[in-house]
């Protein structure tokens, strides 16, 4: 019992540690840890998940935590490219706009993070809770112990998966900005026209604010109607996992 649970919350801890499901909020290490262990031993009661113990040795512990870290490193990856998705259009809005040069410092990494990128990541975090999502999430790692129980890995994990789910970050983090990035674009070529035909009027200065304005109202207008791109992307999170434990 005891091997399962450590086994299991290896592959449950690589999906939670490095996802930025626990990002948004500074959750004591402690917690972080019971939490996972608790959400363990659920699993092993529920799925009836035994680690194999008959002459089990110490080299056969570390293959089996290999392939629990490798798994769960696989399915975060998944989870990752979702979010990372919100953090890049942010960042791309953030050059836009004139943000390039401010950050803010991540309570929880303490590194800098882009502005309105780590607005959005916040915003993505808040809204799958919220679309109970965490359900779908714990519905699928116990999908994975039933399709691939303890020391399993799957064998028809390509390159072409992996390199699709990146495309998800490109192709999705571009669109959640558009119409923003759109807008701006038709500003710069408006305040170019006014430059070149008033040159008295200091462009540069008068630019920055207005870029500013424009962009959060047009951003604030876009994103309540994003609620089809929202669910793409969410799902996108279970399309590869789906591709990964078939």
């Known amino acids: 019992m005891i091997m399962a649970v450590m086994l299991t919350s ?14 948004i909020v500074n959750v004591p290490v402690k917690i972080r840890v019971l939490f996972i262990l608790a959400l363990s031993f659920m699993m092993v009661m529920l799925l009836n998940q035994h680690a194999p113990m008959i002459n089990i040795s110490v080299n056969d512990v570390i293959a089996l935590s290999i392939y629990e870290a490798l798994f769960g490193l696989t399915l975060a990856f998944g989870v990752f490219t979702a979010f990372a998705a919100f953090s890049l259009g942010g960042r791309i809005l953030d050059f836009q706009m004139g943000f390039g040069v401010a950050s803010l410092v991540d309570p929880v990494t303490s590194n800098q993070e882009p502005l309105l990128g780590t607005v959005l990541n916040i915003m993505a975090v808040v809204i799958f809770f919220i679309a109970d999502g965490h359900h779908l999430l714990f519905k699928g790692i116990a999908y994975s112990f039933e399709m691939f129980p303890l020391g399993t890995l799957p064998d028809n994990l390509s390159v072409a998966h992996i390199i699709a789910q990146f495309g998800i970050i490109f192709t999705y983090g571009i669109t959640l900005v558009a119409p923003a990035i ?6 710069d ?8 035909t008033m040159p008295q009027v200091n462009m540069f200065i008068l630019g920055i604010p ?8 047009v951003l604030a207008v876009t994103i309540g109607h994003m609620v089809p791109l929202l669910h793409d992307i969410y799902m996108s999170i279970f399309t590869f996992w789906e591709s990964v434990l078939s």
């Open 10 to 23: 290896i592959r449950i801890g690589a999906i939670f540690l490095f996802t930025p499901l626990f990002a």
């Open 182 to 187: 759109f807008t701006l674009f038709l500003l």
């Open 189 to 196: 070529v408006v305040m170019a026209f006014s430059a070149r």
């Open 210 to 217: 207005l870029k500013i304005l424009i962009g959060l109202s």
